[in-house]
């Protein structure tokens, strides 16, 4: 069985060693990497392309955030989880928007950080337990004042190309399951942005929740087994 090869990226180098401890003791994976700031972590994945880079986000050189900026840009590739003190939603939508792949924070469980790991290795993006309970709390409380989602009608097309978006699937695994043309994808993409009115990725997401189509495999994530966590897809 092949493992899942992580790279690590903090400027902490007690935080890397007990990172490094942490996930070669699971059967499936292996670091393969360490680098103690942005700039040596995108020279890292450039030589090693790993299937996921571990990255703080206040780091020298380049911090999180511009390198994970970079490493999308130059390798879309590699999934991106960010590993961080911050608390801030302001940082999540950042880190969501230029693609990272999921956030969690360094006081969570370890056994969280494994499952974060694993999600996101699978094309889903992973938001700590702690920071998806607040933002769906917020999420159920706007609903709550502002009355129920809208009602703009989507084709069935569209809406199944968005429940998939929803759930963390780039264009072409889209265009695979449905046996459609990555333009096709494109297209519907583009359909149901425009009738929802939808500027970001988060507000697709937001939606989803609020219709209850995410309930399953986020609940389930935003509350249970997998996302101790929730779920917040990248728009490619």
Same mark, same amino acid.
């Given at each position: 069985?092949?493992?899942? &090869?992580?790279? =690590?990226?903090?400027?902490?180098?007690?935080? &890397?060693?007990?990172?490094?401890?942490?996930?070669?003791?699971?059967?499936?994976?292996?670091?393969?990497?360490e680098a103690k700031?942005? &700039?040596?972590?995108?020279?890292?994945?450039?030589?090693?392309?790993?299937?996921?880079?571990?990255?703080?986000?206040?780091?020298?050189?380049?911090?999180?955030?511009? !390198?994970?900026?970079?490493?999308?840009?130059?390798?879309?590739?590699?999934?991106?989880?960010?590993?961080?003190?911050?608390?801030?939603?302001? +940082?999540?939508?950042?880190?969501?928007?230029?693609?990272?792949?999921?956030?969690?924070?360094?006081?969570?469980?370890?056994?969280?950080?494994?499952?974060?790991? &694993?999600?996101? !290795?699978?094309?889903?993006? +992973?938001?700590?337990?702690?920071?998806?309970?607040?933002?769906?709390?917020?999420?159920?409380?706007?609903?709550?004042?502002?009355?129920?989602?809208?009602?703009?009608?989507?084709?069935?097309?569209?809406?199944?190309?968005?429940?998939?978006?929803?759930?963390?699937?780039?264009?072409?695994?889209?265009?695979?399951?449905?046996?459609?043309?990555?333009?096709?994808?494109?297209?519907?993409?583009?359909?149901?942005?425009?009738? =929802?009115?939808?500027?970001?990725r988060a507000e697709?997401?937001? +939606?989803?929740?609020?219709?209850?189509?995410?309930?399953?495999?986020?609940?389930? =994530?935003?509350?249970?087994? =997998?996302?101790?966590?929730? +779920?917040?897809?990248?728009?490619?």
């Open positions: 069985m092949s493992k899942l &090869r992580i790279l =690590l990226a903090d400027d902490h180098a007690v935080v &890397r060693d007990g990172l490094r401890v942490l996930i070669n003791a699971e059967p499936d994976m292996e670091v393969i990497g700031d942005g &700039r040596v972590a995108v020279q890292k994945i450039t030589e090693l392309r790993p299937d996921v880079a571990i990255i703080d986000i206040s780091m020298p050189e380049l911090n999180g955030i511009q !390198a994970t900026e970079r490493i999308k840009r130059e390798y879309p590739e590699v999934k991106v989880l960010a590993l961080t003190v911050h608390q801030e939603k302001g +940082y999540l939508d950042q880190l969501l928007r230029i693609g990272a792949s999921g956030y969690i924070l360094k006081h969570s469980a370890a056994d969280e950080l494994i499952e974060a790991i &694993r999600c996101v !290795a699978q094309g889903q993006t +992973y938001v700590d337990r702690e920071m998806a309970s607040r933002i769906t709390t917020d999420y159920l409380r706007k609903q709550s004042a502002g009355g129920a989602p809208g009602t703009t009608e989507l084709t069935d097309r569209e809406e199944q190309v968005l429940r998939l978006v929803a759930q963390g699937h780039s264009n072409k695994e889209i265009a695979n399951q449905l046996s459609i043309s990555v333009k096709t994808v494109e297209t519907h993409k583009a359909n149901f942005m425009e009738k =929802l009115e939808f500027k970001s697709v997401v937001r +939606y989803a929740v609020q219709r209850g189509w995410l309930l399953t495999s986020l609940v389930a =994530l935003l509350f249970g087994d =997998l996302v101790s966590s929730g +779920y917040f897809p990248t728009l490619p």
